[in-house]
């Protein structure tokens, strides 16, 4: 599967943003898939995941309430909407993919978009 990461911009603390990440290839539904974020000088650090069929998520503590993870198999995206984003939430985020369980570890996903890059303004 190969994917695509877009949505990306730049906003002020307290805004909204959401991410798109666009799945070609077969089996989509098939891929659990992942949202990690990787600051200037900082290792990538897990945000969210959801399972194949969607029902179950998987967030840090760190964006718990503020964002939301989601998909739709019928139209290969995951989506991840991005509320009351914080300056600290400045990254780039990358979607990935794994035929596996969800999972916080990054190196654990064999598929990885492009990456976005988020910045948000004090």
């Known amino acids: 599967v190969q994917l695509q990461a877009s949505g990306g911009g730049l906003v002020k603390a307290g805004d909204s943003l959401r991410l798109s990440c666009a799945a070609s290839?077969?089996?989509?539904?098939?891929?659990?898939m992942g949202w990690f974020r990787q600051a200037p000088g900082k290792d990538r650090e897990f945000v969210t995941a959801?399972?194949?069929?969607?029902?179950?998520?998987h967030y840090a503590d760190s964006v718990k309430g503020r964002f939301t993870i989601s998909r739709d198999n019928t139209k290969n995206s995951v989506w991840l909407q991005m509320d009351a984003l914080k300056p600290e939430d400045t990254a780039v985020y990358y979607c990935?993919?794994?035929?596996?369980?969800?999972?916080?570890?990054?190196?654990?996903?064999?598929?990885w978009g492009q990456g976005t890059q988020v910045t948000v303004s004090s």
């Open positions: 290839g077969d089996g989509f539904r098939n891929y659990a």
């Open positions: 990935a993919a794994d035929l596996g369980p969800p999972s916080p570890y990054a190196n654990y996903y064999q598929h």
């Open positions: 959801i399972e194949q069929s969607g029902f179950k998520t």
